[in-house]
């Protein structure tokens, strides 16, 4: 397993204790020092299952003054909220934890956390 974390994120924080207090075996990125490229961002929405404006943190002032708010949420819009993630990380939406099984989850909730480890053969 990969979680992809911000330290300061009190969410990241809350799945790294779960995480540890099961045992479980995960590497940590720092995706706001080790920013993901497109085609990992792509990769990892693939993982999701989502889209890339599912992952992203609209409320933040980055997006704000980008107005992304109201950037079109279709296919022939994809690829330009893929290169606003790449250049600004800290609009992604975090953790993101990639299981075992080729699959990944927004781990925001202690039940997303434990998704992904029972995805990864853990409980």
């Not at 809350?14 to 099961?22: I, N, R, V």
């Not at 790449?86 to 080729?102: E, S, V």
Request: with cysteine; proline share 5%; net charge negative.
């Amino acid at each position: 397993m990969e979680i992809w974390i911000n330290p300061a994120c009190s969410k990241c924080r809350s799945a790294l204790t779960l995480l540890d207090a099961e045992g479980a075996g995960y590497t940590v990125r720092r995706y706001l020092d080790d920013v993901p490229s497109a085609e990992e961002i792509r990769a990892v929405l693939g993982r999701l299952g989502l889209e890339p404006w599912d992952i992203t943190r609209t409320t933040e002032a980055e997006a704000k003054e980008l107005g992304m708010k109201d950037w079109p949420r279709e296919e022939g819009s994809r690829e330009r909220w893929v290169e606003a993630l790449t250049r600004h990380p800290k609009l992604i939406q975090r953790p993101i934890i990639t299981a075992d099984d080729g699959s990944a989850v927004v781990g925001r909730t202690e039940e997303a956390v434990r998704e992904a480890l029972a995805r990864s053969g853990r409980r």
